[in-house]
């Protein structure tokens, strides 16, 4: 029999390189389905239209594994039902085992359905360091028509924040008369430390001016919000990937480390309940969400016009 020629050692290199890579994109992903920051659906559609995708060599073992809530129990069964070989990988899918495994997701993780907007009033929402503040800045800036509201707080300010511009810096005591005064829309205990609040007063003066309103603001507010106008418009802004979102609350410095990890547990909830929200925005790059989020508040602007 022939010998096989010696593999050479740079080839070696190179493929166990591309292998700890492919690793290392594949353990990222299953971090953004863990997280919701991506929707398993589209990873599986990802799969199926590029062969050579992270996802299609993902094993359909680790792809249910890493979905919120399944466990080992339920994978199997999972499996069984759909007569899925666990040894097989997301893009090596017979065409009935892909549709079948869609219907599954469809079940049990329910696809989100934008709604159209029906009010000048918007919120911006979103996990700890996607962005809300830059995005709303960029609309600041670029849109000088759209009233940000100022919210009021109780954490102190950052370096180079401004009293009256980034928020109103209150202590715990005018916190209590803007609550008791009914002078805030809306307002809660974020991350488990500090009060915000939106205080009534402009947002309302805006309205009846007939301008569009942005407020960005956390998940309980949002949900308050919602419920004392149900025709707000609720805008969730994504991070492109997790390991994105932890790198830029890390890049942004204003934290220490066990802050920083009580903010990535809230944002790990609010990710949870993006679909509570009417629209989802992927802030990739603050110019294009600031544009999509300003044709969202246009678009309700031009809805509600009498
Ligand atoms: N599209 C983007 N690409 C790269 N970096 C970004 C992008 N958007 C924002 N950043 C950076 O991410 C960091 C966090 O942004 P920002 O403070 O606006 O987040 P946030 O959602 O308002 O956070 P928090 O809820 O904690 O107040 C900042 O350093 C900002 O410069
Ligand atoms: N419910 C409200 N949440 C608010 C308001 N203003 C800001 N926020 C949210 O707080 C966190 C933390 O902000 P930070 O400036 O300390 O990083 C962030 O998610 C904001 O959206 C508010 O008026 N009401």
């Known amino acids: 029999m022939a010998e096989r020629p010696a593999v050479p050692d740079v080839d070696r290199v190179a493929a166990s390189r591309r292998a700890l890579e492919r690793r290392r994109a594949r353990a990222a992903l299953k971090r953004d389905l863990s997280t919701r920051v991506v929707a398993p659906q589209s990873v599986l559609r990802q799969a199926s239209e590029d062969a050579d995708s992270d996802a299609a060599t993902m094993r359909v073992t680790d792809f249910l594994m890493a979905l919120p809530a399944i466990g080992a129990g339920k994978r199997d069964r999972v499996l069984a039902e759909l007569h899925i070989a666990p040894v097989k990988r997301l893009g090596g899918l017979g065409v009935r085992q892909r549709g079948a495994l869609g219907d599954w997701l469809d079940e049990r993780f329910p696809p989100h359905h934008p709604r159209p907007a029906r009010s000048r009033l918007l919120v911006l929402a979103g996990p700890t360091a996607v962005g809300k503040g830059t995005v709303a800045a960029r609309i600041r800036e670029t ?163 009498p």
Request: hydrophobic share 40%; charged share 30%.
């Open 143 to 305: 849109h000088p028509e759209i009233h940000l509201s100022v919210s009021a707080t109780t954490r102190a300010p950052r370096p180079g924040e401004v009293d009256g511009v980034h928020y109103y810096f209150v202590d715990d005591a005018e916190f209590d008369r803007l609550i008791a005064d009914e002078q805030l829309l809306e307002y809660a205990v974020v991350h488990n430390k500090h009060r915000y609040g939106t205080p009534r007063g402009p947002v309302d003066a805006a309205l009846a001016e007939g301008r569009t309103v942005l407020l960005e603001i956390d998940l309980q507010g949002a949900r308050q919000v919602r419920a004392a106008e149900p025709s707000a418009s609720l805008v969730f802004l994504l991070p492109p990937s997790w390991d994105e979102l932890v790198q830029r609350l890390v890049g942004r410095g204003t934290e220490d480390a066990e802050e920083r990890t009580r903010r990535l547990r809230t944002a790990r909830v609010e990710l949870a309940a993006q679909n509570e929200f009417d629209y989802l925005v992927v802030n990739a790059d603050v110019a294009t969400a600031a544009e999509e989020v300003v044709e969202l508040a246009t678009d309700s602007a031009r809805r509600s016009a």
